[in-house]
Structure formats: C-alpha cells, structure tokens
T-cell receptor, first 113, second 110 residues
Framework: DTAVSQTPKYLVTQMGNDKSIKCEQN?????MYWYKQDSKKFLKIMFSYNNKELIINETVPNRFSPKSPDKAHLNLHINSLELGDSAVYFC????????????FGAGTRLSVL | GQSLEQPSEVTAVEGAIVQINCTYQTSGFYGLSWYQQHDGGAPTFLSYNALDGLEETGRFSSFLSRSDSYGYLLLQELQMKDSASYFC???????????WGAGTKLIIKP
C-alpha cells in the first residue's frame, strides 16, 4: 500500500482554469503538507496542516487553498492558474507537528499552457 | 534572514566517501534533517539530528554542530544508485515550518 498517494500524477491545463490535486495518507499521521518544487529543484513549503492548525506560507498566492475533509486527506485547490504555477507539487505527511521526518507522495507535475 | 547553504553539486567516484555540507542561519533551531531525491522521484527521509554529534545509519551518517550552525551528510562506499540530489532542512523557530536548502546534486562516476 502506498503511504502517501496523490492524484493526478500529471496535469496539463490552460491558463485561467481551476484545478485540484488530491492527497491521501494511510500512515495515521496528524500533520500534512503541500510543497512546490520548481524547475531548479528548490522545495518551497506552501502549507502545513494538522487537526488543530493551518499554517500558510505568506508568500503563497491566495489562489491556492488547501482543503482537508478529514485527517487522512489534504487536497490542494488552485484558482485561475497562471504560467508560473507550472511545477511539481508534492504532498507529504509526518507523525509529529515538528515534521522531523516527512513522507512524500510521488508528486503531481503541473503544466500550465 | 533565514537561509541554508549547501553546495550545488558534488562529484565523487564509486566506492569512495563523500561529505555534503550544510550551514544554516535561522531564527531558531529544532533539528537538521536530510532527504534524498532521485531525478523524477519524491524526496525520501534519510536522517535527523537534534543534538550535536554523529548519527550513523548504514552507509550514511549525519553530523551536527549547533555552535557552528553546521551539519553534514557523509556517504560511504558510494554506489551508482546514490546519484541523486540531497537536501538539508531546518525547522524554523518562528512558525515551526521546515526551511529547505537548495539541494546538492551528487554525481558518481565509475
């Protein structure tokens, strides 16, 4: 069983569209994250979320919003997609809020045309 | 400001030992983590140091010196499959999120 799974693996869409990426973890972890990795491989945290608190990286545009229907899921919704949103998006989870060891999904490669 | 510095690229020979350094400047410190990422893959957790000293896990070891704001990842008996990017990450003291280095691409030659 895949510990952290995210779908879709690839997403190609037009500018201005709205899209969602789903993430599920079956590890029983309390904290989940979304990361963006650009073409230069730089990993940038976008959100971290547990059942108590959502921490938002203030540099993330408000077009990006996390949605968590339950502890095992943290989906990423993106409104009005822009060319600069093209990147690989990783979901991750950790047992502790400190995130000392995080488990990553396989990534979603988003291409905005 | 808050930053992590690590070399962008390191080259080594199969069977050798290589050290990847990481220096950090953060508002607080709650531990240094190391992750490995193969091309096209996801980051995978390697090690975590909260206290000074060396932690060993098989061929990989990680070292931390909090007084020097410095750590390193040591890879021994290098294998071709170790070719990957290696990231150090430090927990930020203000909002408890991980701050990531830009990654070190390890190239291994036969």
């Amino acid at each position: 069983d895949t510990a952290v799974s995210q779908t879709p693996k690839y997403l190609v869409t037009q500018m201005g569209n709205d899209k969602s990426i789903k993430c599920e973890q079956n590890l029983g972890h309390d904290t989940m994250y979304w990361y963006k990795q650009d073409s230069k491989k730089f990993l940038k945290i976008m959100f971290s979320y547990n059942n108590k608190e959502l921490i938002i990286n203030e540099t993330v545009p408000n077009r990006f919003s996390p949605k968590s229907p339950d502890k095992a899921h943290l989906n990423l919704h993106i409104n009005s997609l822009e060319l600069g949103d093209s990147a690989v998006y990783f979901c991750a989870s950790s047992q502790d809020p400190q995130g000392r060891s995080q488990y990553f999904g396989a990534g979603t490669r988003l291409s905005v045309l | 400001g808050q930053s992590l510095e690590q070399p962008s690229e390191v080259t080594a020979v199969e069977g050798a030992i290589v050290q990847i350094n990481c220096t950090y400047q953060t508002s607080g410190f709650y531990g240094l983590s190391w992750y490995q990422q193969h091309d096209g893959g996801a980051p995978t957790f390697l090690s975590y140091n909260a206290l000074d000293g060396l932690e060993e896990t098989g061929r990989f070891s990680s070292f931390l010196s909090r007084s020097d704001s410095y750590g390193y990842l040591l890879l021994q008996e290098l294998q071709m499959k170790d070719s990957a990017s290696y990231f150090c990450a430090v927990r930020d003291g203000s909002n408890y999120q991980l701050i990531w280095g830009a990654g070190t691409k390890l190239i291994i030659k036969p």
